[in-house]
């Protein structure tokens, strides 16, 4: 943490006292509850503790007044203005979406590949929590019209491919996607997690490892990986088992 030995061993010694048996071990670390009281009193609220014995439904909020930005009294901008067009994104834009439209052409009879929330496992970090995830796998979802045109039925186990790399996963049809795409949740795959306990017991598939690493990969304006939109090809394995 901030390239700082002592500061990451002082959090992993408040992780450990914040989970500790003792109450009294726990009362001495700065625990999730004790921050989220004082953000709520920093916010002018009432502290956890109140709120829930008083506001079990929550806190109907005033309405927001104009004149702000996001709680601000102005832009933080020297114009006082939200620029929504930087010089710098028009022209990335300029010199990629021709190529980009050129490429989308020639792949759209391909699948796409995007990420899928479920309420229960929509970040990692809630795989390993005993009394939300009860499945023992994630699935790959398919518009109805594509598993008909591939052979596919519920429960096949798919191969689906992409420039990288390729990984096997149980097969749902739902209408509620779009054709020629193929959505698979995030936030499962923890195999070899040997600190998650429970996650590790129904490992489910992790759909990163479609995607691609190394700058190549990354959106050079925010940084971010592409983790969506990736193309892929999807097929039935060979020796087919079904998983109902």
Same mark, same amino acid.
């Given at each position: 943490m901030f390239i700082s030995r002592a500061l990451s061993a002082a959090l992993k010694l408040n992780t450990r006292l914040a989970y500790a048996k003792?109450?009294?071990?726990?009362?001495?670390?700065?625990?999730?509850?004790?921050?989220?009281?004082?953000?709520?009193?920093?916010?002018?609220l009432p502290g956890r503790k109140t709120f829930l014995a008083q506001h079990p439904h929550g806190v109907l909020l005033d309405d927001n007044r104009p004149g702000n930005f996001?709680?601000?009294? #102005?832009?933080?901008?020297? %114009?006082?203005?939200?620029?929504l067009a930087p010089a710098a994104y028009i022209?990335?834009? #300029?010199?990629?979406?021709?190529?980009?439209? #050129?490429?989308?052409?020639?792949?759209?009879?391909?699948f796409k590949l995007f990420g899928k929330r479920? =309420?229960?496992?929509?970040?990692?970090?809630l795989g390993n929590s005993e009394r939300l995830v009860k499945d023992d796998s994630n699935y790959a979802y398919?518009?109805? %019209? %594509?598993?008909?045109?591939?052979?596919?039925?519920?429960? %096949?186990?798919? *191969?689906?491919?992409?420039?990288?790399?390729?990984?096997? =996963?149980?097969?749902?049809?739902?209408?509620?996607?779009?054709?020629?795409?193929?959505?698979?949740?995030?936030?499962?795959?923890?195999?070899?997690?040997?600190?998650?306990q429970h996650a590790r017991r129904p490992p489910g598939i992790n759909s990163n490892l479609l995607a691609g690493d190394g700058a190549d990969n990354t959106e050079k304006l925010s940084g971010m990986s592409h983790l969506s939109g990736i193309l892929v090809d999807i097929e039935r394995k060979d020796e087919q088992t079904? *998983?109902?």
């Amino acid at each position: 943490m901030f390239i700082s030995r002592a500061l990451s061993a002082a959090l992993k010694l408040n992780t450990r006292l914040a989970y500790a048996k003792s109450k009294w071990l726990r009362a001495l670390a700065l625990t999730p509850e004790k921050m989220l009281g004082s953000m709520l009193k920093k916010a002018g609220l009432p502290g956890r503790k109140t709120f829930l014995a008083q506001h079990p439904h929550g806190v109907l909020l005033d309405d927001n007044r104009p004149g702000n930005f996001l709680g601000t009294p #102005r832009v933080m901008t020297d %114009d006082n203005r939200v620029n929504l067009a930087p010089a710098a994104y028009i022209e990335v834009f #300029r010199d990629k979406v021709e190529a980009e439209y #050129r490429e989308d052409l020639s792949n759209r009879d391909r699948f796409k590949l995007f990420g899928k929330r479920e =309420i229960k496992t929509m970040n990692s970090w809630l795989g390993n929590s005993e009394r939300l995830v009860k499945d023992d796998s994630n699935y790959a979802y398919l518009h109805p %019209d %594509d598993a008909t045109a591939k052979g596919l039925s519920r429960g %096949d186990i798919v *191969v689906v491919h992409s420039r990288r790399s390729e990984i096997e =996963i149980a097969l749902r049809i739902s209408d509620e996607f779009m054709p020629r795409s193929v959505a698979i949740p995030h936030g499962w795959g923890h195999g070899s997690a040997k600190h998650l306990q429970h996650a590790r017991r129904p490992p489910g598939i992790n759909s990163n490892l479609l995607a691609g690493d190394g700058a190549d990969n990354t959106e050079k304006l925010s940084g971010m990986s592409h983790l969506s939109g990736i193309l892929v090809d999807i097929e039935r394995k060979d020796e087919q088992t079904t *998983v109902d």
